[in-house]
Nanobody
Framework: QVTLVESGGGLVQAGNSLRLSCAASGLTFGSYTMGWFRQAPGKEREFVAIIKLSGRTTYYSDSVKGRFTISRDNAKNTVYLQMNSLNPEDTAVYYC????????????????WGQGTQVTVSS
């Protein structure tokens, strides 16, 4: 059974940082594009960042570009999201997801999803 488990969320003040982790099991991790998505209260789910199989190629939404960094450690079956300079607009539930061999921002193309981790940024 494929399982993705996010961790690292919490409550922080604006300007501070968090590092999210997503541990995957039950799949050939290195064969999947990994992505981070988020959903704020009352808002649509939105793309945050994606990373190709080896980690050499990444892509970010305009809202997080320059502040967030996605990375992966295929030996540990883990993808990370380093979030710096957080602001209240970043408050959301953050989800990691896996897409088999497809590098895309379209959430519908992601086969497996974690349960999400809450990130709350206060002013």
């Amino acid at each position: 059974q494929v399982t993705l488990v996010e961790s690292g969320g919490g409550l922080v003040q604006a300007g501070n940082s968090l590092r999210l982790s997503c541990a995957a099991s039950g799949l050939t991790f290195g064969s999947y594009t990994m992505g981070w998505f988020r959903q704020a209260p009352g808002k649509e789910r939105e793309f945050v960042a994606i990373i190709k199989l080896s980690g050499r190629t990444t892509y970010y939404s305009d809202s997080v570009k320059g502040r967030f960094t996605i990375s992966r450690d295929n030996a540990k079956n883990t993808v990370y999201l380093q979030m710096n300079s957080l602001n209240p607009e970043d408050t959301a539930v953050y989800y990691c997801a896996a897409s088999a061999m497809v590098f895309t921002t379209n959430a519908d193309r992601y086969r497996y999803w974690g349960q999400g981790t809450q990130v709350t940024v206060s002013s």
